[in-house]
């Protein structure tokens, strides 16, 4: 029996992409190893440590060093409040390669383009743009602007989990990883502007993530909905709930793979 390909489609979430890594050393300590990954916002940084070789270990030693102060910094536009251009310097910093070509697993992060009204999956060039781009929130980042004309912002406007994007790379199994769906609500209600605009654009994406998720072979979803995507200091408490929710769900992925694992 030929052995089966296994992708990660990586949803967006902000600071609960943290989360995600918890869930790769779950799946890291069973021996299941992903053959391609794809990845929106949060999920395409995760990503493109992953795609790099990195081990569990060194990703879990770089969200030490991550701070909203090594991701963003604030500026005079009127395409938005900050700049993410800080993120493209951590990643460049830590991937041992600059190119997606150079990369040891195939790698897409999901970015739209807000002249041509356009998804947008890039799957070759600088992996910090692309990070950046798909990292690009709207109305929140500047978008970030190509060489060819396009103007992109965050992923999450079309696929906040892409996994159609893992099943065109040519993965036999598709784990999707969705920090949304579970994460809509909170235990409490917003008392601020940005706790309404956090909540409704949560709900938005969680409708988007809700579709994307039927076309998933199995879909782990870290018990996260207290932490809110800006919560960066509760880092290890997403970890955490990252692994459990993977290590929930080790059997089942097992007995689709096969041979694989």
Not at 113 to 137: L, N, Q, W, Y
Not at 186 to 204: E, H, N, Y
Request: proline fraction near 5%.
């Amino acid at each position: 029996m030929a052995r089966k390909t296994i992708g990660l489609a990586l949803s967006g979430g902000g600071a609960r992409g943290f989360s995600q890594v918890g869930v790769l050393k779950a799946l890291a300590a069973n021996g299941i190893v992903p053959d391609m990954v794809a990845g929106t916002s949060a999920g395409s940084a995760v990503g493109a440590f992953v795609a790099a070789g990195m081990t569990v270990d060194e990703i879990v030693g770089l969200t030490a060093e991550m701070t909203w102060r090594t991701a963003v910094r604030p500026v005079v536009s009127p395409m938005g409040l900050f700049s993410n251009r800080p993120l493209g310097s951590f990643i460049r910093k830590n991937l041992p390669v600059n190119e997606i070509s150079e990369l040891k697993l195939p790698y897409a992060a999901v970015a739209f383009d807000i002249v041509s009204g356009e998804e947008v999956v890039i799957s070759r060039g600088d992996i910090a743009d692309a990070v950046r781009a798909s990292c690009a929130v709207p109305g929140i980042f500047t978008p970030v602007r190509t060489n060819d004309g396009k103007v992109l912002v965050d992923g999450g406007v079309t696929s906040i989990m892409p996994v159609d994007q893992v099943r065109a790379m040519g993965a036999d199994i598709v784990i999707g990883v969705d920090l949304v769906s579970c994460g809509a609500s909170f235990r409490s209600d917003p008392k601020t502007a940005v706790g309404v605009m956090i909540r409704s654009a949560l709900t938005l994406l969680r409708t988007s993530a809700l579709e994307q998720r039927l076309r998933a072979d199995i879909v782990i979803d870290p018990a996260i909905a207290h932490i809110r995507p800006d919560q960066l200091k509760r880092k290890q408490e997403l970890l955490e709930l990252g692994e459990a929710a993977a290590l929930e769900r080790i059997k089942e992925i097992k007995a689709m793979a096969g041979e694989s694992v």
